[in-house]
């Protein structure tokens, strides 16, 4: 078992140094340093996050600490093992392209549509792109076949190219094939615009589906970016104190018929199933607080994407993104998460 470690610590040092020691953002910091922006034909390497979406204790009736030094040592090196192959399959599953790899294609097309001629992104666009690609703006699908998204692009040309992107963060599911992108990007015609897109691949590696919430950066509308407010006051008071009585404010602030969608499974099905939830939590990762990078709005005032750090005593830091629903501007409708354990 040492033997198998060691080899495979070696064989894998410099990809997993990068893969598992430094977040996507710090390599990117590290590759391209603060001023440098993301321009046609760049590329990152990068191996996928590992993404947690509930958080489990591992540990059974024998936890590893009341363990004997000897069967901790065995545990410990078996631990190393499977982190091993997990960033072997990783790093080189299916075709070698992660899926912030493929995340990053994106954008990185995205800025080339401005700097390249037609015919250059449109011939790139039929690897990136099925044929029958779906995009959704703000809840609202605009197009769906990859002919009519190249028409869109042609029209973005005139309306708000050249542009300037530049990536904040990539969230990944796997299981699903998801990779979901935090990114600005300016124009010299309408501003500057904050975006979340979450892309959705297929076994080539080509972009099915494009679900897109995006604002004028420094916007606020004032409803949704208020209940978001709101929202976010509420966790970091349930995170530091379950005795008080939230039943009043859980009633105030979402719908009855409120969902919580973890990984695109629901995990809180009804406003009244949300405490219990919660308390779970809690029993798993103890007491939390949390810090807000970023709150975006979309344009039609129906959903707001959230982005937190979630600290924990028990589990660590998470990176969080959360886009709330709400039809009526007065309670949240929905929560769909995705979360990113900060190694």
Not at 74 to 90: A, D, E, G, H, T
Request: some cysteine.
């Amino acid at each position: 078992m040492e033997f198998v470690t060691i080899v495979g610590a070696v064989f894998l040092s410099k990809r997993i140094a990068k893969a598992v020691h430094l977040p996507l953002d710090e390599q990117i910091k590290i590759k391209y340093p603060s001023g440098i922006l993301w321009r046609g034909g760049r590329a990152v390497e990068g191996a996928r996050l590992e993404f947690v979406y509930t958080v489990k204790r591992i540990e059974g009736s024998n936890p590893f600490l009341s363990a004997s030094s000897f069967q901790g040592k065995i545990m410990k090196k078996i631990l190393k093992l499977l982190i091993l192959i997990n960033v072997f399959s990783n790093i080189f599953a299916g075709d070698g392209s992660s899926l912030e790899e493929l995340g990053i294609r994106y954008v990185t097309f995205m800025q080339s549509v401005g700097e390249d001629d037609t015919t250059t992104y449109e011939s790139q666009a039929s690897r990136i792109f099925a044929e029958s690609v779906v995009k959704i703006v703000n809840d609202k699908q605009i197009l769906s076949t990859r002919t009519g998204l190249l028409a869109q692009l042609r029209r973005n040309r005139e309306i708000a190219y050249p542009c300037i992107f530049t990536i904040q963060k990539t969230l990944c599911d796997a299981d699903q094939k998801v990779c979901t992108v935090h990114f600005t990007w300016n124009s010299e015609k309408i501003g500057p615009h904050k975006t979340i897109v979450s892309l959705k691949f297929d076994e080539n590696n080509q972009i099915t589906e494009i679900d897109a919430v995006y604002n004028t950066a420094g916007t606020d509308l004032h409803s949704i970016a208020d209940l978001a407010r709101r929202y976010n006051e509420f966790q970091q008071s349930y995170g530091q104190s379950e005795d008080r009585n939230y039943s009043e404010i859980i009633e105030g602030l979402f719908s009855p018929n409120f969902q919580k969608i973890i990984k695109r499974k629901v995990e809180v099905a009804n406003r009244d199933a949300l405490e219990t939830q919660l308390k779970g939590v809690r029993d798993v990762v103890g007491s939390w607080t949390i810090e807000v990078k970023d709150i975006i709005p979309s344009a039609d005032n129906k959903k707001c994407t959230v982005r937190f750090v979630l600290n924990t005593p028990e589990a660590g830091s998470f990176d969080v993104l959360k886009v709330l629903s709400s039809k009526n501007g007065k309670t949240i409708d929905k929560v769909d998460e995705l979360y990113d354990h900060i190694l």
